[in-house]
Each structure stands twice: as C-alpha cells, then as structure tokens.
C-alpha cells in the first residue's frame, strides 16, 4: 500500500525559508509517474497547487509562487518543497500528492 508522508517545522518565521520533505513509502510508486505535486491549503480556502516535477525531471510552478518556490526529487522515495521569503499568507496545510496518492499533509505556521 503505498503510503506519503510530509515531514518539516511545523513553525517558520517570516522572511525565513521552509523545507519540506514528501516521503514515499510502500506499493511500487516510481518517477515514471506522470507528475509529483505539492498542493497547499490555507486555513478556510480551497486546496492550491503549487508545483509539480514530472515524469522526466522538469519542473512546473503556479506562477504566483514560482519566484519563491523548489520543487526537486532525489529518488522514488522523497520529494522536496523549498519555499523562501515566507510570508504570514503562506500558513497552510502543505500535502504532497501522486496520482491518486495524498499524504495526511503538515501544517505550517509563518509566525514571528
């Protein structure tokens, strides 16, 4: 069963970087996966894509954090999210997904 975790701080400082990691765990989940994303929710708003790497190590970001936003992926089994000069705004819950795989997401609070 293939299983997703989100692992990181649960408290940044604004101005301050995040790094986020997305551990895969389980089944036979491999790159050649069409797309691996991160998906955030901030608190009382809808989910949020953020970027994905695909199948063939290119990456894609929403355009509205692609300056402040890292995508990359080292094996089949970790995916990492780097964000820097966060913002109060970037308090959510951050998820990481594959296909029809979704981790159970990590809070993230940007707070001084």
């Known amino acids: 069963q293939v299983q997703l975790q989100e692992s990181g701080p649960g408290l940044v400082k604004p101005s301050q970087t995040l790094s986020l990691t997305c551990t895969v765990s389980?089944?036979?989940?491999?790159?050649?996966?069409?797309?691996w994303s991160w998906v955030r929710q901030p608190p009382g708003k809808g989910l949020e894509w953020m970027g994905s790497i695909l199948y063939n190590g290119g990456t894609a970001y929403s355009p509205s954090l692609k300056s402040r936003t890292s995508i990359s992926r080292d094996t089949a089994k970790n995916m990492y999210l780097q964000m820097n000069s966060l913002k109060p705004e970037d308090t959510a819950v951050y998820y990481c997904n594959i296909d029809i795989y979704w981790g159970q997401g990590i809070q993230v609070t940007v707070s001084s």
């Open positions: 389980g089944g036979s989940i491999t790159t050649s996966y069409y797309a």
